[in-house]
């Protein structure tokens, strides 16, 4: 990633001793004039300085993922 990154929210993740779940926007992740995207990153380490996983999501995109994790969060 090469744009500005700032952080939207950040929150424990449930079933780790300090992992932690990022929400962030992306300026121009994949380089000049490159639109910006919503990411999800997942620490399992509290000093973590790079999430073990990343998501990128599209902003035209969200709306239906939201809808997508709703249904899941149904069938748990």
């Not at 990022?22 to 000093?47: F, M, N, R, W």
């Amino acid at each position: 990633m090469s744009g500005t990154v700032t952080q939207i929210d950040k929150m424990r993740l449930d079933g780790t001793t300090d992992g932690s779940i990022t929400i962030s926007i992306v300026e121009q992740p994949y380089g000049a004039k490159s639109d910006a995207i919503a990411s999800i990153g997942i620490s399992l380490k509290a000093d973590a300085t790079e999430p073990e996983w990343k998501v990128h999501l599209p902003k035209a995109n969200i709306d239906q993922i939201i809808s997508a994790l709703q249904e899941a969060k149904k069938a748990l």
